[in-house]
């Protein structure tokens, strides 16, 4: 009697090129925060892990602080908002990016969309829209800080101005959890993949919110891979906020 065959089950590993983006809300950073040697070497250590960076809450008027976290990440190229804001106290949005992916592909920025001033002063800090190309395959990161007293007006007045066309990602501080926001019973980007759950906390406080969020529209949920929020070091000399990211594919 002969023995049964050997089946062998060949799975294939998936070689499809991704992407880490991640977002940060450094916590009035400015010229106090750049004096200081060992923060800004941690900041550097925690940022180069990803390709491309958001980094919010900048306040500084002229902008020093910003160029030299820049000039701390090797291989990187950097891009910075307007300062916005109502009140005296204004911020910026900043924009870090590889030339060459983690992954060895060619990333290069299309276009960078400040909506900062805003005719219809619909937002306390108006929202940036930075497009991408990584390898053939593009993509539009929005970013917006909202106001916590008026996140479901700002979130509402976002989802109006985004171009739901192609691969699209929201994120940041979005102050959308506790008691500022609801998103299972707010309207705002409702059909939307919310895919930091309402659970997770994104402070080093006590509190337990979800602030900053990554939310996908359909055609880039597609290639959405993981998400993560970095917290390990972390405390309130460094920021308030832990560091959301995620992964994509670069493949439609």
Known sequence: MFPEPKISVVVEEDTTPTITIASWNLQIFGKTKAANASLMNFYASVLDDYDILIVQEIREADGTAFEQLCAKL?????????????????????????TTTSSGEPLKLLNFQDFNPDAQDRWERSPIAVSFDVGGYVFTLYT???????????????????????????????????????????????????????????????????????????????????????????????SDHHLVWLVLRTRD
């Not at 908002?81 to 590889?98: H, I, M, N, P, W």
């Not at 192609?166 to 409702?190: E, K, M, P, R």
């Open 74 to 98: 090797q291989n990187y190229t950097c891009a910075v908002s307007s300062r916005a804001g109502r009140s005296t106290s204004k911020e910026q949005y900043g924009v870090l990016y590889r």
């Open 144 to 238: 917006i800080h909202t106001k916590p007293e008026d996140v479901d007006n700002e979130l509402e007045a976002l989802e109006d101005l985004v171009d739901d066309t192609g691969n699209v990602i929201v994120l940041g501080d979005l102050n959308a959890d506790c008691t500022y926001y609801n998103h299972q019973t707010s309207s705002a980007f409702a059909d939307w993949h919310w895919v930091l759950d309402d659970q997770e906390d994104t402070t080093v406080a006590k509190t337990d919110c979800a602030y900053d969020r990554i939310l996908l529209n359909e055609d880039a949920f597609t290639e959405y891979v993981r998400q993560g929020i970095y917290s390990e070091g972390i405390d309130a000399k460094v």
